[in-house]
């Protein structure tokens, strides 16, 4: 990866900033055309019409991957090879996904994007709320051997 873009990554766990319009500019701002997220990659508090179609060019994240609060259906990381997870979430996750759905009641978060992944740290490990995250986490689980 000698020409990949590289992009700081956060560390504001569940925070976000005051409206949810400035989130998701913000989120966009960081990671849009970033290949290699040194640190964490936080996706908190995005509404369901958002595209996030520029997190598709995430191949790497150093630390761990955060969504929660969402309200999107599908999370676009298809080309996500690896969680290095040199820092975890809660001081135990490498991959945490939890608390997506929709404010009217129907799911929010139904498919994850993560066709790609091949490497997770071996000292983190995955939370995901079943509900949530449906067949797609059993995939990921079995594969990563977390289950």
Known sequence: MLDASVCAGTE??????SDLEQQYRALRKYYENCE???GNLEITSIEHNRDLSFLRSIREVTGYVLV????FRYLPLE????????KLYEDRYALAI???????GNFGLQELGLK???GLSSTGTVWCF???CRSDFFLLSSRFGVL
């Not at 504001?12 to 900033?17: G, M």
């Open 98 to 104: 939890f608390l997506n759905y929709r404010k009217d």
């Open 12 to 17: 504001n766990k569940l925070s976000s900033l």
């Open 116 to 118: 790609n992944l091949t």
């Open 130 to 132: 079943i509900i949530m």
């Open 36 to 38: 290699v997220v040194m």
């Open 79 to 86: 080309n996500l090879r690896i969680i290095r997870g040199t």
């Open 68 to 71: 929660a609060l969402n309200q």
